[in-house]
């Protein structure tokens, strides 16, 4: 909606600044007497809901030099141009090719399908939800039939020249179904097409018309949006302005920050971003979706991304956080506990009122237990006999635990297995090469 404000605006501009192309007053030929389209009686209740451009194919807003005899230019937007609206021309022409693509410029309901009149040829109403109707004149053929609902886009015919001496499109918008209650389409049709008046998109992305709204905001141009400069007040560019529009939000320091976005439990501008990863949002997070080739969803690869990582296999493995040979996954696992990485561990302060390091607290914590002066004492390892720690602490030693002892493997400098030293303890005795002493 925002979108038809910025090209009423980028009108109003270009008429403003281009009021005339050079051409003279012709009075339209095509088009009149009007057929017999009489007020319905249905009233307005909110704007119309074109988002479409009528014709599915190159167009043009304009004169068409060929039903002119060749002496008339193509215009631009000008109210002087034949096919422009005012006085008896109650409606605007649109030029495109013999049997091009005419389509709906709005979801709603087919109120009209047939011939008029012998001036009006073969015409299609259209009526939105709002109650504006959109009448589509001399087509060649009609697809549709009275009373079908149609989306918005769908094919409902193709451009002839029945009841005109020429092949275009004559496009009405009435208020209430009443032919002559109509308003100027200029700005609905120019909002849905950058080249709807004839001009090329250059370099830069943008038509003419549209370098010159933006340029009245001291912006310039770039791919169909006015980014240059700041506008006053928000903080935020003009292409910022219209994108949060987009969404019903206002944007304030380069943020959409209006509302949240229904239905998803996100902000407007969580629900943006998410959508640039091509992902949905919900709950404040991006969950559409996998990042192709590497195993991590959108999010994990926007996080990573944030390291200056790469993602793999759901985790940041790309390069090591300088300084501190860890990994940045590390790194980001030791904030996590209030501690920095150092060679692979958390070795930064004591976990309060533990007596532990936040290593040994996390490694406790992995096996379900606490950690107090250094040591898990939660808990013993079901079937053992044995703590958690102690359990750990054989397997280090490539032994398992039995009764508080490591039972596999031996002793260090003894020649007795942890478990020879155990029993040979148990009788007061040493152990020294398989046997107690
Ligand atoms: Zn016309």
């Not at 300084?323 to 302060?349: F, I, K, L």
């Not at 398992?400 to 260090?412: E, I, Y």
């Amino acid at each position: 909606m925002d979108r038809t404000k910025l090209g009423a605006a980028a009108v109003s501009t270009f008429l403003l600044l281009l009021p005339a192309c050079g051409v003279s007053v012709v009075s339209p030929a095509d088009d009149g007497p009007m057929p017999d389209e009489a007020s319905t009686g249905q009233k307005v209740n909110c704007g119309p809901q074109m988002s479409r451009f009528p014709v599915n194919a190159e167009h043009n807003i304009g004169y068409d030099a060929a039903s002119c005899g060749g002496s008339c230019a193509t215009s631009c937007p000008d109210q002087n141009a034949n096919s422009d609206y005012g006085g008896v021309h109650h409606g605007v022409d649109v030029f495109a090719f013999y049997r091009a693509p005419i389509v709906a410029v709005a979801a709603g309901t087919i109120t009209r399908a047939g011939v008029p009149s012998s001036t009006s040829g073969l015409r299609v109403t259209l009526a939105d939800g709002c109650g504006w109707w959109y009448y589509y004149g001399h087509l060649d053929e009609a697809v549709v039939s009275e009373g079908q609902h149609v989306e918005a886009g769908q094919l409902i015919g193709f451009m002839g020249s029945s009841g005109a001496p020429s092949v275009h499109l004559h496009f009405n918008v009435s208020a209430d179904g009443d032919y002559y209650n109509d308003i100027d389409p200029f700005g609905l049709l120019n909002a849905t097409s950058a080249t709807a008046c004839g001009g090329g998109v250059g370099s830069d992305g943008c038509t003419d018309g549209q370098r010159q709204a933006c340029g009245t905001y001291g912006s310039a141009c770039v791919d169909n949006q006015c980014n240059g400069g700041t506008s006053s007040g928000p903080g935020c560019t003009q292409g910022e302005l219209a994108a949060c529009g987009t969404y019903g939000s206002n944007c304030v320091d380069h943020q959409c920050n209006g509302g949240t976005s229904p239905g998803t439990g996100c902000t407007w501008r969580e629900a943006h971003d998410c959508g640039a990863y091509g992902s949905n949002c919900v709950d404040h997070q991006c969950n559409g979706g996998t990042s192709p080739g590497t195993g991590c969803t959108w999010r994990e690869t926007h996080d990573c991304a944030a390291y200056g990582s790469n993602c793999v296999d759901h985790q940041c493995n790309g390069g090591t956080s300088p300084g501190t040979g860890c990994t940045w996954r590390e790194t980001h696992d030791c904030a996590t506990y209030g501690s920095n990485c150092v060679d692979h561990r958390c070795n930064g302060g004591t976990s309060p009122g533990t007596g532990c390091t936040w290593r040994e607290t996390h490694d406790c914590a992995a096996y379900g237990s606490n950690c107090v002066d250094h040591q898990c004492n939660g808990g013993t390892a079901p079937g053992s006999g044995c703590t958690w720690r102690e359990t750990y602490d054989c397997k280090a030693k490539g032994a398992g635990c039995v009764d508080h002892a490591c039972s596999g493997g031996t002793a260090p400098g003894t020649g007795c297995t942890f478990r020879q030293t155990l029993d040979c303890s148990k009788a007061g005795k040493a152990c020294a090469m398989g046997a107690c002493t």
